[in-house]
């Protein structure tokens, strides 16, 4: 009479389980790296509250990128001429909406000029202003690259912009961004990322105790 014929024992899968910890290693580096995101843009934060405290005026950035020295800081620059409007929405200071007026302003023979947000309007129609000497914070431009650009290393250095203290006639005066008003949710991001990470882990362990026995 031949004896039964035992079926050996399921082994724990050694290729998938080194896959699942490669990729749950890789999602724990980058919650690590969006925390030290997180300290680094308080930091950041902490040094455009500072620029905004003070009252001296720097030279305007001729060309980008814009050192984080010299964002938020006054400055002045001479528009000699409006090469084109970028009407975009807005706020004034009062919290109030409308269309930000934005110039591309030339400012000599070469170079990219500067950008002057000279106020805020009811509608689209720019405002009769040719030019001249504008005072005001120095700011980020509105296009700023994407994450997507960045990750890939086609992002261009983005230009910045002066929001003018005195409003050409007819407008208000725009609202001045604030380094509080810089975007830090690398906190939640770090933990969207732990939390993919155990999920991943809890899904894997209990489909392949699963398969272990059946």
Same mark, same amino acid.
């Given at each position: 009479?031949?004896?039964?014929? %035992?079926?050996?024992? !399921?082994?724990?899968?050694?290729?998938?389980?080194?896959?699942?910890?490669?990729?749950? @290693?890789?999602?724990?580096?980058? $919650?690590?790296?969006?925390? *030290?995101?997180?300290?680094?843009?308080? @930091?950041?934060?902490?040094?455009?509250? !500072?620029?905004?405290?003070?009252?001296?005026?720097?030279?305007?950035?001729?060309?980008?990128?814009?050192?984080?020295?010299?964002?938020?800081?006054?400055?002045?620059?001479?528009?000699?001429?409006?090469? *084109?409007?970028?009407?975009?929405?807005?706020?004034? !200071?009062?919290?109030?909406?409308?269309?930000?007026?934005?110039?591309?302003?030339?400012?000599? @023979?070469?170079?990219?000029?500067?950008?002057?947000?000279?106020?805020?309007?009811?509608?689209?129609?720019?405002? =009769?202003? =040719?030019?001249?000497?504008? =005072? /005001?914070?120095?700011?980020?431009?509105?296009?700023?690259?994407?994450?997507?650009?960045?990750?890939?290393?086609?992002?261009?250095?983005?230009?910045?912009?002066?929001?003018?203290?005195?409003? %050409?006639? /007819?407008?208000?005066?725009?609202? %001045?961004?604030?380094? @509080? $008003?810089?975007?830090?949710?690398?906190?939640?991001?770090?933990? =969207?990322?732990?939390?993919?990470?155990?999920?991943?882990?809890?899904?894997?362990?209990?489909?392949?105790?699963?398969?272990? *026995?059946?």
């Amino acid at each position: 009479m031949t004896e039964p014929v %035992v079926p050996a024992p !399921r082994r724990w899968p050694v290729i998938p389980t080194i896959v699942v910890l490669c990729a749950v @290693a890789a999602m724990i580096a980058l $919650g690590v790296w969006q925390l *030290q995101r997180k300290a680094e843009k308080e @930091a950041l934060i902490v040094l455009y509250d !500072r620029n905004m405290a003070m009252s001296s005026l720097v030279s305007y950035p001729k060309l980008p990128p814009v050192p984080d020295a010299m964002l938020f800081r006054k400055s002045s620059v001479v528009c000699l001429e409006v090469v *084109q409007w970028d009407p975009r929405g807005g706020t004034d !200071r009062k919290g109030a909406s409308g269309i930000r007026m934005i110039a591309d302003c030339r400012t000599g @023979a070469e170079g990219p000029g500067v950008l002057v947000d000279v106020g805020i309007a009811e509608d689209f129609k720019p405002p =009769q202003w =040719q030019g001249g000497t504008v =005072q /005001g914070t120095i700011v980020p431009g509105p296009e700023q690259p994407t994450l997507v650009e960045r990750l890939t290393g086609k992002a261009v250095p983005a230009r910045a912009m002066l929001v003018a203290d005195t409003p %050409v006639a /007819g407008l208000r005066a725009s609202a %001045v961004p604030t380094g @509080a $008003g810089v975007p830090n949710n690398h906190l939640a991001y770090a933990f =969207q990322w732990f939390f993919f990470a155990i999920v991943a882990l809890i899904i894997y362990v209990i489909a392949v105790r699963r398969r272990l *026995q059946r």
